[in-house]
């Protein structure tokens, strides 16, 4: 193949000269970036038979690992390695058999592929650190199990195939030597029949390569690490799945951190495809001497502290899109402080491990590979984040504040939302925000549901979960619609799937943290201009102000709206929101249109919506605001005010 001849020479990558003449000049993730031209950047010649295991950390640098460990005290090290073994005793020996059972959707195995790369992988570690044959033998069993599969569905859902190949790649090359030669010959076949053959020909519901989402780096790292374990076996068609998945690697890290990290599906999807691009630009590091500076993209080395920025000070992170609002841990960070030196990242992350957060955390299948990075991190630099705002363009734009960093009832966080419905897991929710203070959060964002429950709805109804299109069904579920955000909708119409809410300002002085949204395209059927500008002000009051003019032929209504699980009472000229012994007070000044404060329901079934009664319930949620009708041609100002002080 020459994929990659052509992206070397535009690229101007570079070399890493003599990396494997000796062993002790073996590339490791935490070294300083290389720089310099290259003719031959990876280094395939080193995939032999007698180098295994090679992936992520060779047999020398897991003694050093274990010697680390033992020597370690109770710090995070030690922390991170028994949680890695209580994760293995507890789910990793698990006795039930894996079997190939699609989910609800009659579309997916990906939770039989998850659950195959946590017991493998956790079990493979255990064995190298304790050499108890218990877990050699589950792990050889299960990898046998997967590699019984008629198929690991790439034509339904190849997400499914990528993290397969993630399982049984990793458990190959941990356990090389270990395990017998009928599984190992087992394993080098499926990987080709049913991961690069099915990539290669393709065999599959969606072009990965061409994903400029979580799906190219979860496939593609998936694929990379099963390529680089069985090389010596099928090097034409593993060197292939290699060179394409950094050849398409590289235009989907264009979209999803450029210029400033922001990832627009949001944390929880950072947290799975940039988990993923960590697996495999270590992998490829550890192996073939170089991540074909796919960790140089722009934008790649400040995602990290996007990704930070997402949590808020109530134990919920800043979910807008296809996201859940509880913290899990972003295990990826590891990556970003060992890789960019910066062990203040892990700010957040520690504070979750000593909690016993890791043991539970929604990507705890890839734990081991934190060991890979854990045993370089100089732990005493890590520091509380001293920067008080970031600020995100590019296809989803974001803007969030934290005040203080103590991530208590004093730490007044705020997250604001541009782009577009139309982006990979978007909602209509441009303009929307995420507001925490006293330790509750004041205005949240729905939880989204399940989607195997909505694609069977919206399929029984003639509709498809995942069309974009501005007819799309997706929009008339109650948790996508923009009338169910923190944001405007003007005479009662949806969000233009298409319009782009984008970054006009960053507000940053001594007394002021927010920014300005210019939101006219997302409602340019139905007005001529909208801005919106979302801001802290003295670290204690949000104030939104909503600039709208109204087109020269119609007029303007606007529903203003603020979702919260505070209660609301509306008081004459106020709506009094109440939580426990907390109260906010929202007032809002009309310019040019009268306003008419008002609560609706937020029971999807008091809605005419076909979807209504296949929708979950949101118990204990509001939604306030007002209304307000702008004469033809005619401009308004609304300021709304959400402060403690009556």
């Known amino acids: ?334 990556y970003f402080a060992d890789r960019f030196a910066d062990p203040s990242l892990l700010y957040y992350e520690l504070k979750q491990l000593a909690a016993g957060g890791y043991s539970s955390c929604t990507e705890a299948r890839l734990l081991p590979l934190l060991m890979t990075y854990a045993n370089r991190i100089d732990f005493s630099n890590v520091t509380t984040p001293s920067r008080k705002i970031f600020s995100g363009r590019g296809d989803v734009p974001v803007v969030m504040v934290h005040t203080d960093w103590t991530m208590t009832t004093s730490d007044v966080y705020l997250g604001i939302k541009g782009g577009m419905a139309g982006a990979n897991h978007g909602h209509m929710d441009a303009g929307s925000f995420v507001f925490d203070a006293e330790g509750i959060r004041w205005s949240m964002d729905y939880d989204r549901q399940s989607y195997a429950a909505l694609e069977n709805a919206l399929k029984s109804l003639g509709g498809n979960l995942w069309t974009m299109t501005q007819e799309s069904m997706r929009w008339d579920v109650f948790r996508y619609n923009n009338r169910n955000h923190s944001t405007i909708t003007i005479n009662d119409a949806k969000h233009l799937v298409d319009g782009s809410a984008t970054l006009y300002e960053v507000i940053e002085s001594d007394s002021e943290l927010g920014a300005t949204l210019r939101m006219t395209d997302v409602v340019s059927d139905q007005v001529a201009s909208a801005m919106r500008t979302v801001k802290l002000v003295d670290e204690k009051d949000l104030v939104v102000i909503d600039r709208i003019d109204a087109l020269p032929d119609r007029s303007a209504k606007v529903r203003w709206t603020m979702v919260s699980q505070a209660e609301p009472e509306i008081e004459d000229n106020r709506i009094v929101l109440t939580s426990g012994s907390h109260k906010r007070y929202l007032t809002v000044r009309g310019d040019g249109a009268k306003v008419t404060l008002r609560t609706w329901s937020t029971d999807p079934e008091d809605y005419d919506s076909p979807v209504a009664p296949y929708e979950d319930k949101n118990p204990g949620t509001y939604l306030l605001g007002f209304e307000a009708t702008i004469p033809v041609a005619q401009q308004a100002t609304f300021t709304v005010t959400l402060t403690p002080d009556e």
């Not at 299960?142 to 399982?167: P, Q, Y």
Request: hydrophobic share 35%.
């Open 1 to 334: 193949m020459k994929h990659m001849i052509g992206f070397f020479l535009f690229c101007s990558l570079s070399l890493l000269s003599s990396c494997f003449e000796e062993d002790e000049n073996r590339f490791r993730p935490g070294s300083a970036i290389p720089s310099g031209p290259s003719e031959n950047e990876l280094d395939y010649t080193v995939l032999t038979k007698e180098n295994h295991p090679r992936l992520l950390l060779d047999d020398e640098e897991f003694e050093e690992l274990k010697t680390k460990i033992s020597t370690s005290g109770n710090g995070p090290l030690a922390t991170l390695h028994e949680t890695v073994m209580n994760l293995c005793d507890w789910m990793g020996l698990s006795g039930t058999p894996l079997t190939y059972k699609l989910d609800a959707s009659n579309k997916r195995i990906l939770g039989v592929s998850q659950e195959a790369l946590l017991r493998i992988f956790t079990c493979a570690y255990a064995y190298r650190y304790t050499g108890d044959s218990k877990y050699l033998e589950h792990a050889e069993a299960d990898i046998n199990a997967v590699c019984d599969f008629t198929d690991w569905n790439s034509k339904r859902h190849f997400l499914d195939a990528g993290e397969m190949a993630a399982a049984v790649g990793l458990g190959y090359d941990w356990l090389y030597d270990q395990l017998s030669e009928a599984t190992r010959k087992k394993v080098e076949q499926k990987l080709v029949d049913y991961a690069f053959t099915p990539a290669q020909k393709k065999i599959w519901n969606l072009d990965f390569y061409k994903a400029t989402n979580n799906w190219n780096q979860v496939c593609n790292g998936g694929l990379v690490c099963g390529a680089l374990a069985v090389y010596e076996t099928c090097s034409v068609q593993a060197q292939d799945i290699i060179e394409r998945a950094i050849e398409s690697n590289v235009e989907a890290l264009k979209v999803m951190y450029a210029p400033d990290g922001n990832y627009p599906e949001g944390p929880g999807y950072w947290c799975y495809g940039t988990l993923y691009e960590a697996l495999m630009l270590t992998a490829l590091e550890t192996t073939v001497g170089s991540d074909a500076q796919l960790s140089q993209s722009i934008g790649f080395d400040k995602t990290a502290e996007y990704m930070l920025f997402t949590y808020g000070a109530v134990d919920k992170c800043f979910n807008y899109a296809d996201n859940l609002s509880r913290t899990t841990p972003a295990i990826a960070l590891w």
